[in-house]
C-alpha cells in the first residue's frame, strides 16, 4: 500500500486546513489510518486514528480536529480548525493492518508527510 498525504500549507492562527491521505495499491477498508506528526527539533507524536470502529484524538486537538474516511475514494482526511502556532509540523498518514492505534510503530505503511505551518 503507498500512501500520499496532501493538503498542508501555511496558514494564520484560527484558520483551518483539511489534509487528505489516499491509497493506493491497496484499500484502506480493514486497516486503521493513523496521523502523526513532527515538529522541528521534537519526537513525532500522535494526532488521530481512525478505522472500521471510530476514531482517536489526542487530547491536544480534541475539538479542533476531526478524522473521517470516505472508502469510495480511498480517502483519510483530517480536518483541521482553530489552527495554533503549536500545531506547526510536518504530518504524516499511516497505515496498518489493525486497528487504529496512537503507537507510530505500530503502523506498516506511510506516506511522505506534509508540512502545516501555524503564523501567530
Known amino acids: 500500500v503507498q500512501l500520499q498525504a496532501s493538503g498542508g500549507g501555511s496558514v494564520q492562527a484560527g484558520g483551518s486546513l483539511r489534509l487528505s491521505c489516499t491509497a493506493s495499491g491497496g484499500t484502506f477498508g480493514s486497516l486503521g489510518v493513523g496521523w502523526f506528526r513532527q515538529a522541528p527539533g521534537k519526537e513525532r507524536e500522535f494526532v488521530a486514528a481512525?478505522?472500521?470502529?471510530?476514531?482517536a484524538l489526542t487530547d491536544s486537538v480534541v475539538g479542533r480536529f476531526a478524522n473521517s474516511r470516505d472508502d469510495a475514494k480511498n480517502t483519510v482526511y483530517l480536518q483541521m480548525n482553530s489552527l495554533k502556532p503549536e500545531d506547526t509540523a510536518v504530518y504524516y498518514c499511516?497505515?496498518?493492518?489493525?486497528?487504529?492505534?496512537?503507537?507510530?510503530?505500530?503502523?506498516?505503511?506511510w506516506g511522505q508527510g506534509t508540512l502545516v505551518t501555524v503564523s501567530s
Open positions: 481512525i478505522d472500521g470502529v471510530g476514531t
Open positions: 499511516a497505515a496498518q493492518s489493525g486497528g487504529r492505534s496512537p503507537w507510530w510503530d505500530d503502523y506498516a505503511y
